[in-house]
């Protein structure tokens, strides 16, 4: 008998839980927002159901459209976040997610260094080319994807190097001698490149030994490509199992064109989960936290990402390929236009519903609205077909969610043998490397 392979379980702390109408409810706890407690404790409740990571995402602009009804992408900084959870937390993995569009390498580098020091080993960077956000960094607009994958590619190899330029045993704190470091281990990177003159050393010691687990999200072409060659995670949008297998064995191959092993780079998809004890409850608690989602940006959603304009058509009109026209120029994100053209290609909705898949209304993740049985089957369904290596679940619709999840999904995956029943090591690393 094969033993499966255990999955790899990361979860969102931007607290999904709270978006659409769900901060509403007298129970979600939405004052909070702004403060560290509320993180912790959810942090705490994924590390006791020994998740290998709790996850924050980042944008650096607020989107003032959307904040009268929500959090319109605002949020506490998540490296600094990151730091007052690790002070509450031991063995979970603390994912950060840092731009390489706006920020300078030397900051990331020395930024998620000292949550690694905070942490005792449990930092992981998120590398994202980002969205939007320009006119808050003095450009006009956003680069190209092409210009933003070089310039990141060459980020991330700053990044290292710098991280590598005062090694761990350099220091010695040697009291007897007086030897505080070692200054001929302590080496300038002197890099010098078409983005970035870094001269370092970076002006933090590394922690330890192991890796700085690094994760990207963005799966276009360019994108495929610069996660393959450098990231242990990718953390991606496939609404379905196949857009998963296409994309996990995609990537495992270009690894191997690296250099690297297939399994040195593993698949992460989000998952949406809207769970409750029956699946009407659930449906019905998925339609009363999407209520207040207008028509109106549904429409521009598909319009940004498809060029096509639905504002006259019937809501029982079938959109199909034939109606799309060739793809904008510029999008926002090609990984998630790419994925609303496959759909409609491939199902040609009706406009309704069209404006309630996941691909318009919920960043195109794998969503389960359902029990935890119907989650923890599709969980078993996707990995037992080698379309995934693990996810990261972003709960949806009530703080009620989480616990589903922690104390009802995960321990049955447990219990299944697709997922530990204890941690065996300390670093985010360690978790990630495990069989
Ligand atoms: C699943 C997923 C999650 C992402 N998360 C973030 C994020 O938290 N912050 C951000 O600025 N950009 C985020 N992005 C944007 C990507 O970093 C990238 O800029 C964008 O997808 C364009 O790259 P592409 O052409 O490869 O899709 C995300 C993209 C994907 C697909």
């Given amino acids: 008998m094969t033993v499966p392979r255990k999955l ?4 969102s702390l931007a607290p999904t839980w709270l978006s659409g109408d769900a901060w509403r409810r007298a129970d979600s706890g939405v004052e909070g927002l702004y403060g560290g407690d509320f993180y912790v404790d959810i942090a705490r409740r994924a590390e006791a159901a020994k ?16 904040i009268e009804t929500g959090m319109g992408l605002g949020s506490l900084d998540p490296t600094v976040l990151q730091a007052f959870v690790a002070r509450a937390t031991e063995k979970i993995g603390l994912l950060s997610t840092a731009s390489t569009t706006f920020y300078p390498p030397y900051i ?64 010695k704190l040697d009291r007897e001698s007086g030897q505080f470091a070692d200054p001929s281990r302590v080496k300038p990177i002197d890099f010098s ?13 590394r922690y330890g030994k192991a890796p700085v687990p690094l994760v990207q999200a963005g799966a276009s072409n360019a994108g495929r490509a610069f996660a393959s060659s450098v990231a242990d995670a990718i953390f991606a949008s496939t609404p379905d199992k196949a857009a998963a297998a ?6 495992r191959a270009r690894a191997e064109g690296h250099g690297r092993r297939g399994d040195d780079i593993r698949l992460l998809p989000g998952l949406s989960l809207f769970l409750a004890p029956s699946r009407s409850e659930a449906r019905e608690m998925f339609a009363e936290t999407n209520a207040r989602l207008s028509r109106e940006r549904g429409i521009a959603t598909v319009r940004e990402m498809t060029g096509l304009d639905l504002s006259d058509w019937a809501a ?78 972003f709960p949806g619709g009530s703080t009620g969610v989480v616990e589903l999840f922690l104390e009802g999904v995960v321990p049955e995956l447990s219990r299944l043998g697709l997922f530990r029943t204890d941690y065996s090591g300390s670093t985010f690393f360690d978790h990630l490397k495990e069989d």
């Fill in 108 to 171: 990331v580098a020395r930024q998620i260094q000292s949550l690694n020091w905070l942490s005792k080993g449990r930092a992981g960077w998120n590398i994202v080319t980002a969205l939007d956000g320009n006119a808050n960094f003095g450009l006009t607009d956003m680069p190209s994807p092409e210009e933003r994958y070089a310039r990141a590619a060459e980020f991330a190899e700053v990044v290292q190097l710098l991280w590598q330029s005062y090694p761990a045993d350099a220091l």
């Fill in 193 to 205: 490149g078409r983005f970035f003159d870094v001269k370092g050393p970076l002006n933090v010691p």
């Fill in 8 to 11: 790899h379980i990361g979860m």
């Fill in 51 to 66: 998740l290998d990571f709790a996850f924050l995402p980042d944008s650096l602009f607020l989107n003032t459209g959307l």
């Fill in 316 to 393: 029982g009109r079938n959109v199909t390929a034939a109606d799309l026209p060739p793809p904008p120029e510029k999008v926002r994100s090609r990984t998630h236009a790419q994925l609303l053209r496959r759909m409609i290609e491939r199902d040609s909705p009706a406009v309704q519903d069209l404006l309630r898949r996941p691909e318009v209304v919920g960043s195109a993740h794998w969503q389960v609205v359902g029990t935890v049985d119907d989650a923890v089957e599709q969980i078993r369904d996707w990995a037992g077909s080698g379309a995934i290596d693990g996810f990261v679940a």
């Fill in 246 to 251: 296409e994309l996990r064995a995609d990537l």
